[in-house]
């Protein structure tokens, strides 16, 4: 499958970056649209997923910037089997330099004259050419000065062709005012060139695919083209990596008009002309027998629910955010509000918006209950909760970073068919977030938690977070457990979760430029563990956390979202990226300053330059007269004194990650790099095709970024199979049967229609809700727990099958988790093989085995037996 890239302009000097004028004249995008133009200030890497879809992979893949860019040329130089990229750059004039744009000029003199004079007034660029090696990973390392690929000359076209007959290609660079670049590829691996004799009139062969099977990598693949790059066209070969002397390699060529042309047994270092006179017609074989369908089926028109969310204009309380954090929403539950024994699905609201319960009938449809008008501000977290004469409700967060209101819990209640609402103000200072609700004694009494997210007009100030618990239909602050989360940080998500088996859930949360941390539960009472669980180093912008048994060994591992690698911030513990905030205007506002150290210049700077500083802070303007003056500055050298003023957060890593649990410490594992190419919101642990091992759903995507920054789009959701052991493999959408486009948010497994297949649903901000029926997998057993009278679903226990030879994967119930959701409390637990007993460790540490009738699909186990 055929990948493009398409260059901008975008530097990859830190100094050109800070007198290089910025594109201000953005479209404003709307909240919930996907199928606009995005308008982007760097180069494109378009990866083809096979489908006839593509993803956008530029940063990930480290080509997202090579200044200002005439010729991109894929090219396997070091004949590895991978194709590497070449590019020229430069101009004449830098006509984006700040300084001289701004000199002034006689505005009477508007003649061809003067226009010339202002563009000979504009520095020259000279900027080097630049060669990155393709590692076969789908990123690439820049090499130019290593392979002698990195001329500053202003270079234009860029052609190939073998000049010393040595079955390589040889690159040649047209320069400007000056004679063209010529290199000789002395690469010494093996190859094979391939010629072609067209039939007249195109005696090339262009247009023609040229294959080549069993060489360096399993499959590579050429076209035969005529020009295509800017103003340039090489001799029509082209050369492939045959792997060692040994191999014997095949040759496959389909002309333009579908005939087909193979060469077997083709040997190294040999050039092939293949003629056109012998090609013969393609054989058709009888259709392939269809593979399996997907194991999902859409069936959001069931539903017909969009999430609604209104424009907030957040930079104009802080302009210098990287992100909007009004678009936070929504989350999701799958819970029984009513006690009919069918789950329902709660979506969250957006400002303007409203709260949804979709009732389900069992079989396929679903019915909108109306719950009065409450949304003044998103409705974020979502959670269960069981009153101590044991009535159900929803807990919501309702947020008030867009209203200035007062931050409040709302608990909703169904009764004779009625919706009733409760509300109740919360103790916080902030905005609050997420909600996680356990059992964390082992008394049966739930406790909530209720995370602080973001102080208005503050970011990124820490804020506090509180433990509740209810009493007399009132929350009140829990007194085991005052001022423990004081401070917490910026919480994304949260997860109660039993991570040493003793019975008594620890908490977990993803907190925004910290580290996922962990407050260990001393029956009851928390203290923070993070440094002893070693995750204190793997600070980031976590944005989701649940908990998994990923390599079945009885263990909860911890899943953790991040922002992803495929952004243009970049963070590794040696370089992290780093965020001075603090008065530093001292106009008792929160200025924000991203820096970072360029190698280059051997300095921590400011990542954005003087045009996005200086409104934030206007004394950069008489410090800074000129851009030029800005450009090598340090950010000690920026804020001078002022710096004292503030305060400095780092992050240390911005991949998504598993901890795989050892027991008294965490091993990181970051996620597939299909699973970096965006933030991951929701997540969801479930065993989806029910062959015994659990896999992981993530819900992708965030395009609410300041407008120079380009949105985040690479994901459709994705499911990550586990292979048994611990490996996590992703899924095609077309095996899944999973794409879905927006911004997603929350997601939370179920199983609507009763069938013991895991069913999904996935949450957009401000777009349709989406809604996906299990047809494919195995089913699985469906457990339902009987707990205790304050815990009658058993949240917070803790279920494995046990078989005639060992166990399956370890599965916790959790009161929400993932991102603002609450997956079903039936479990669907996927079969190996017949278990023989469900053994439940039971909040406060009581464990029961519970027999498995042969060919059973359902049963209930219960605390007391």
Excluded at 202 to 217: D, F, M, P, S, Y
Excluded at 403 to 416: D, R
Excluded at 490 to 516: H, K, M, Q, R, T
Excluded at 824 to 853: F, N
């Amino acid at each position: 499958h055929e990948d493009f890239i398409v260059m901008d302009m975008l530097s990859r000097h830190h100094t050109l970056k800070m007198t290089q004028m910025i594109a201000t004249n953005f479209t404003p995008v709307l909240p919930g649209e996907i199928d606009n133009r995005p308008q982007i200030r760097q180069n494109t890497l378009f990866w083809n997923r096979g489908d006839g879809t593509y993803a956008q992979i530029a940063c990930f893949a480290g080509l997202e910037a090579t200044d200002w860019t005439w010729t991109p040329a894929f090219l396997d130089v070091d004949l590895d089997g991978y194709e590497d990229l070449l590019v020229s750059n430069g101009h004449a004039f830098d006509t984006q330099d700040l300084d001289t744009a701004q000199l002034p000029f006689d505005r009477k003199d508007r003649g061809p004259a003067a226009a010339v004079r202002h563009l000979m007034s504009f520095p020259k660029l000279e900027t080097p050419n630049y060669a990155f090696r393709n590692c076969g990973n789908l990123a690439f390392e820049e090499v130019g000065a290593a392979w002698g690929f990195n001329s500053k000359q202003v270079c234009h076209g860029i052609i190939f062709a073998d000049l010393d007959n040595d079955g390589d290609l040889d690159p040649i660079v047209s320069s400007l005012n000056a004679p063209p670049l010529v290199y000789r590829n002395d690469s010494a691996a093996p190859r094979i060139q391939v010629r072609l004799k067209g039939k007249a009139p195109n005696g090339r062969g262009i247009g023609a695919k040229v294959e080549v099977l069993g060489g360096a990598v399993p499959r590579q693949s050429q076209q035969i083209v005529c020009g295509g790059r800017y103003l340039s066209s090489d001799d029509p070969i082209r050369v492939f990596a045959a792997g060692t002397l040994k191999n014997r390699l095949k040759i496959e060529v389909t002309w333009r008009n579908g005939t087909r042309s193979l060469v077997n047994e083709a040997t190294a270092n040999h050039i092939y002309e293949i003629d056109e006179a012998g090609a013969q017609p393609v054989q058709t074989t009888p259709s392939k027998v269809p593979g399996p369908p997907p194991l999902f089926r859409e069936v959001s028109s069931l539903l017909n629910h969009k999430h609604h969310d209104q424009v907030f204009d957040d930079f104009a309380r802080q302009p210098l955010l990287s992100k909007k954090l009004s678009q936070l929403g929504p989350g999701v539950a799958w819970m029984d509000f009513d006690g009919d024994g069918r789950d329902e699905l709660a979506v969250g609201g957006g400002r303007g918006g409203a709260l949804a319960i979709l009732r389900s009938d069992g079989k396929s449809g679903f019915v909108k209950t109306e719950v009065p008008n409450i949304t003044s501000d998103d409705l974020l977290g979502l959670a269960p909760w069981v009153s101590s004469n044991g009535s159900r409700s929803l807990l919501v967060a309702r947020a008030n970073y867009e209203s200035g209101g007062v931050p409040s819990l709302l608990k909703i209640s169904a009764s004779g068919g009625a919706i009733t609402v409760f509300t109740q103000a919360l103790p916080l200072a902030s905005s609050p977030g997420p909600l996680a609700v356990a059992d964390i004694d082992g008394s049966g009494v739930p406790t909530l938690f209720v995370g602080g997210r973001v102080k208005a007009g503050r970011y990124p100030e820490s804020v506090s977070s509180h433990l509740l618990v209810e009493r007399s239909d009132q929350f009140v602050p829990d007194p085991r457990n005052a001022g423990v989360l004081q401070q917490a940080g910026l919480v994304s998500a949260a997860v109660w979760s039993d991570l040493n088996g003793d019975g008594f859930p620890e908490l977990i949360l993803a907190c925004e430029w910290g580290p996922v941390r962990i407050f260990e539960n001393e029956r009851g009472r928390l203290r923070e563990a993070t440094k002893e669980w070693k995750l204190d180093p793997f600070t980031g912008w976590w944005t989701s956390v649940t908990t998994g048994d990923i390599d079945g060994d009885g263990r909860l591992d911890i899943i953790a979202g991040n922002w992803g690698l495929n952004g243009l911030y970049r963070a590794t513990p040696q370089n992290p990226l780093r965020l001075y905030y603090g008065d530093l205007a001292g106009d008792g506002s929160v200025q924000l300053v991203d820096a970072a150290f360029d190698s280059e210049i051997g300095k921590l700077v400011p990542r954005e330059n003087l045009t996005m500083l200086a409104p934030a802070m206007p004394f950069l303007r008489s410090k800074f007269p000129s851009y030029a003056s800005f450009r090598m500055a340090s950010l000690g050298e920026v804020l001078g004194e002022r710096i004292h003023l503030g305060q400095e957060l780092l992050a240390a890593t911005l991949a998504s990650m598993v901890f795989l649990n050892r027991g008294d410490h965490f091993e990181a594992v970051p996620l597939p790099a299909a699973a970096q190419w965006t933030p991951v919101f929701g997540i969801s642990v479930a065993d989806v095709d029910g062959d015994g091992a659990d896999d992981l759903f993530l819900a992708q995507n965030f395009f609410a970024t300041r407008k120079e920054i380009p949105r985040l789009d690479a994901g459709r959701g994705l499911w990550l199979r586990n292979d048994g052991k611990g490996n996590l493999h992703p899924i095609t959408a077309a095996e899944s049967g999973i794409a879905v486009w927006g911004e997603q948010r929350g997601c939370a497994v179920g199983d609507f229609d009763g069938d013991g297949r895991v069913d999904l649903a996935v949450m957009q901000n401000a777009n349709e809700t989406k809604v996906f029926r299990n047809e494919g997998a195995k089913p699985g057993l469906r457990v339902r727990l009987k707990g205790p009278a304050g815990n009658p679903d058993g949240i917070g226990a803790a279920l494995r099958l046990k078989y005639a030879n060992g166990a399956g994967p370890l599965r916790e119930l959790h009161g929400a988790s993932g991102y603002l959701s609450h997956d079903s409390v039936v479990a669907i637990m996927g079969m190996r093989a017949q278990p023989t007993h469900v053994a439940v460790r039971w909040p406060g540490g009581r464990l029961t085995e519970h027999p498995v009738a042969p060919g059973a699909k359902e049963m209930v186990a219960g605390f007391t037996e």
